[in-house]
T-cell receptor, first 113, second 113 residues
Framework: GNSVTQMEGPVTLSEEAFLTINCTYTATGYPSLFWYVQYPGEGLQLLLKATKADDKGSNKGFEATYRKETTSFHLEKGSVQVSDSAVYFCALSKTGTASKLTFGTGTRLQVTL | DAGVTQSPTHLIKTRGQQVTLRCSPKSGHDTVSWYQQALGQGPQFIFQYYEEEERQRGNFPDRFSGHQFPNYSSELNVNALLLGDSALYLC????????????FGPGTRLTVL
């Protein structure tokens, strides 16, 4: 079946540091890939997505590239801010329709001054 | 444009009781999915409703049931509550066959004592 593996957290960075959160997946066919963010006490917000190989999703300075050869979708940001502190979830679903999302366990990011 | 809304925000029940959670999808969306997020974990797919029918189901017992109304809103019912049902219950909506992105509500925090 489908599965998503994320790097363990928490990740603690100083403001303006470079961020990478690793995500790899196992899936049949070619899934759509997503990053969602969850701020304390809130639901999930879509951060970015990619629907086919070599696509790059980007939003609010975050980027992730769909790598079919390595089955990866790593999240990156060049300069993090304190306001980026949250839990980040990598997820996949069958492409084309709103099929169920399969999530990783989440990676907590804490950014300090 | 209102996003996905859920009610209630918080709920406390005792073992063996029954609970009903409610969700109103984003305007223009006709598909509703429900997820259970245990503390420190990623969301797990419960089921999805489209055209008032359950279209997909995750690995949850029959104690979990749902309904979708003609206005696309949805309910999640859980019978014979167990301590392990304590979690954040998230509703997500999507524009059915027109896209693969799901948008989440803020969730309902259920505590079973």
């Amino acid at each position: 079946g489908n599965s998503v593996t994320q790097m363990e957290g928490p990740v603690t960075l100083s403001e303006e540091a470079f961020l990478t959160i690793n995500c790899t997946y196992t899936a049949t066919g070619y899934p759509s890939l997503f990053w969602y963010v969850q701020y304390p006490g809130e639901g999930l917000q879509l951060l970015l997505k990619a629907t086919k190989a070599d696509d790059k999703g980007s939003n609010k300075g975050f980027e992730a590239t769909y790598r079919k050869e390595t089955t990866s979708f790593h999240l990156e940001k060049g300069s993090v801010q304190v306001s980026d502190s949250a839990v980040y979830f990598c997820a996949l679903s069958k492409t084309g329709t709103a099929s169920k999302l399969t999530f990783g366990t989440g990676t907590r990011l804490q950014v300090t001054l | 444009d209102a996003g996905v809304t859920q009610s209630p925000t918080h709920l406390i029940k005792t073992r063996g009781q029954q609970v009903t959670l409610r969700c109103s999808p984003k305007s223009g969306h006709d598909t509703v999915s429900w997820y259970q997020q245990a503390l420190g974990q990623g969301p797990q797919f419960i089921f999805q409703y489209y055209e008032e029918e359950e279209r997909q189901r995750g690995n949850f017992p029959d104690r979990f049931s749902g309904h979708q109304f003609p206005n696309y809103s949805s309910e999640l019912n859980v019978n014979a509550l167990l301590l392990g049902d304590s979690a954040l219950y998230l509703c997500a909506s999507s524009p059915g066959t027109k896209g693969d992105t799901q948008y989440f509500g803020p969730g309902t925090r259920l505590t079973v004592l």
